[in-house]
């Protein structure tokens, strides 16, 4: 049976102060190699931390101010939901 895929969404719409992980960034966007540079890679852990634009972001272990349009590439999911469907997958 396939395993039901974890609920994502665009990093720009998610809740200030949720932890989520980078499911995958656009490449065909004109801003994924420069997020990639910064960190924005899949698996790595962001959060929304304030501001409406530029938004301070944190992403691993630094911050970063970020464009609100630039993280419409990035698609993430709560890390709770991505840490749930790992355990699944290891089983």
Known sequence: ????K???????HSPRRQC????????????AAQLR???FHE???????????PVMVRCQNGQVAVRRCMLG?????AMQEAQHHA???DR
């Open 1 to 4: 049976m396939p395993m039901p």
């Open 6 to 12: 974890a609920r994502t969404l665009r990093l720009d």
């Open 20 to 31: 989520h992980r980078v499911v995958s960034v656009d490449d065909s966007s004109e801003w």
């Open 37 to 39: 540079r910064i960190g």
């Open 43 to 53: 698996g790595a852990e962001v959060e929304v931390l304030c501001g409406r634009d």
């Open 73 to 77: 590439c990035v698609e993430v999911c």
């Open 87 to 89: 355990l699944k997958a």
